[in-house]
């Protein structure tokens, strides 16, 4: 009898927050990562130990998703680990992840902030993910994460809300134009989760967690778990059938 090929997700931005989570929430599942770090290689090796400790194979490869020249460079170092580490051609989900928020009212918002925004959240998802898409399996997975900030609005977040409902926009175009290959595309849009996001606000500031914890209908705060549990839920078999949607892990927040 022939063993089934574990499943195997790529994951950005995933030495930390809710990257690590989606990561170590997917090979509780059963799947091998290749997870990416900008600069937190140490934390990122980490996070491939945690995986192995879990019985599931990892890698972890340097990438600056805001740097779309090094996409074609990186798209091949992923081919050789898929060769050499899995002795395949062909991963099974793209998680994109990586991403750095900005506090700026819309009147002090520079250029050059908006084009940094642009450049991790928009540009970097749209092109990374037409570079990696040779690579990816047919019946595969795409997960793009969004934010709660684009249903509601609180002042300081509007050059990365709008990155981030561009990547809502983009995704519905991936839904139908990967559909012939069987590539099921979809959102996941967090709340107010407790990470270092911002500076560590909303895990750091007891005044601001209560405020949002009594703005949401499960009554707290997200942990991060709460969000890679909901990925790794969105990539399982049973949701084969979910595509071009935007899927809201906030609690229930300002509803």
């Known amino acids: 009898m ?9 994951v950005t ?37 945690e995986i192995q400790a879990l019985g599931r194979q990892a890698l972890a ?13 990186f798209a091949a ?29 819309f009147a002090e918002t520079t250029e050059a902030q908006f084009d940094e925004q ?32 684009t249903r509601f609005s609180f002042p300081g977040s509007a050059a990365y809300a709008v990155m981030k ?16 290959r069987g590539i099921a595309v979809n959102t996941v849009a967090p709340g107010a989760i407790e990470t270092d996001f911002r500076g560590g606000a909303v895990r750091d500031d007891p005044k601001l967690n209560a405020q949002i914890a009594g703005l949401t209908a499960l009554g707290r705060v997200g942990l991060p778990d709460d969000v890679g549990g909901a990925v790794a839920a969105l990539l399982s078999d049973g949701n084969r059938w979910v595509t071009g949607q935007r899927i809201e892990v906030s609690g229930g927040m300002l509803l």
């Open 61 to 73: 490869l340097p990438l600056d998703v805001a740097d779309s020249s090094g996409f074609d460079a």
């Open 77 to 105: 170092r992923v081919q050789a680990a898929l060769r050499t580490t899995w002795q395949r051609d062909r991963f099974d989900a793209l998680v994109n992840n990586a991403g750095a928020g900005l506090h700026a009212s």
């Open 13 to 49: 931005g995933a030495s930390r927050g809710l990257g690590r989570s989606t990561a170590l929430a997917l090979a509780r599942d059963g799947m091998d990562l290749i997870v990416t770090y900008r600069t937190g290689e140490a934390e990122a090796q980490a996070v491939v130990r």
């Open 165 to 180: 409902g561009g990547v809502e926009v983009l995704t519905r175009y991936l839904a139908k134009e990967l559909g012939p």
């Open 118 to 149: 642009m450049n991790i959240h928009l540009k970097g998802t749209f092109f990374l993910t037409q570079k990696l898409l040779p690579l990816i399996e047919d019946g595969g997975r795409i997960v793009n994460t969004s934010s709660g900030l």
């Open 2 to 10: 022939t063993a089934t090929r574990p499943r195997l997700a790529l």
